[in-house]
């Protein structure tokens, strides 16, 4: 077990678009053991491999109180969603950010846990939201890229002036 280095916004590392799991071995399962371990060791409830530079299609959730658990879900694919929902959103590899994004807040997504054997399962709440936060990272995609364009400017804004009030300050 280990605690993962996560990778930070601009990073392209955060870009790419993570391949389907062919093989699951004890490499893949010792990979979703160190997710675990370093998910337990942040304040986020979602982590995904990418995250820590490995392209596979792995994520962990884990909504503390819920009625899910800890869950691993491998080549996730969503075959249904509804009641879309505006929720406020953050991510280890973009520090500091926190913004309101829309998206379905129930889903039915297909995956697969780590030893392989498919299963399917309706999600609710923060689960639901955090899954899909962790596929767009398969995908590439940030949730900072789901914002409106007045908010960005607004997070450009307040990096720009924190920046400033940090020179000033050393
Ligand atoms: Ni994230």
Redesign the pocket.
């Known amino acids: 077990m280990a605690i993962l280095d996560i990778i930070e916004y601009p990073d392209e590392a955060l870009r790419q678009v993570s391949r389907p799991v062919q093989v699951f071995d004890s490499a893949l399962r010792g990979l979703v053991e160190d997710l675990f371990e370093t998910l337990a060791h942040s304040a ?1 409830i ?3 491999a990418s ?1 820590a530079g490995v392209l596979e299609q792995v994520l962990v959730v884990h909504v503390p109180g819920d009625d899910y658990g800890p869950q691993v879900y491998i080549n996730p694919e969503i075959v249904k969603t509804a009641r879309l929902g505006i929720v406020e ?6 520090p500091g950010i926190v913004g309101n994004v829309m998206r379905p807040t129930q889903v039915h997504v297909r995956a697969r846990d780590a030893n392989g054997q498919q299963f399917e399962r309706a999600l609710g709440g923060m689960h639901a939201v955090a899954l899909q ?2 596929m ?2 398969l995908d590439g995609v ?2 900072v890229d789901k914002l409106s364009w007045f908010r960005k400017l607004r997070l450009k804004w307040t990096a720009s002036r924190a920046a400033r009030e940090a020179l000033a300050t050393s």
Do not use: N, P, R, T
């Open positions: 986020a979602g982590l995904s995250q959103e953050s991510c280890l590899s973009v936060h962790e767009d990272h940030l949730f």
